[in-house]
């Protein structure tokens, strides 16, 4: 039996976020960037560069911030 990822995430107290199909969706948790697609892929790089310049995850361009 497959795993859906949205389930065992809300099973489990987590937040599942998502965008419509081939939309940017980019979501950073403290340390972690996640993107749901290949069209996130700049603005979660973009993320993490700005996160290692500034050495402590204090700023973001573009996405969610939880």
Do not use: W
Not at 48 to 66: D, E, R, V
């Amino acid at each position: 039996m497959p795993i859906i990822l949205e389930d065992f995430v809300k099973d489990h107290g987590g937040k599942y976020t998502a965008s419509e199909l081939d939309s940017h969706h980019v979501v950073i948790d403290r340390n972690i960037i996640t993107g749901q697609n290949t069209q996130s892929t700049v603005t979660a790089v973009q993320n993490l560069i700005l996160m290692c310049s500034n050495a402590g995850g204090s700023g973001a361009a573009g996405g969610s911030q939880k």
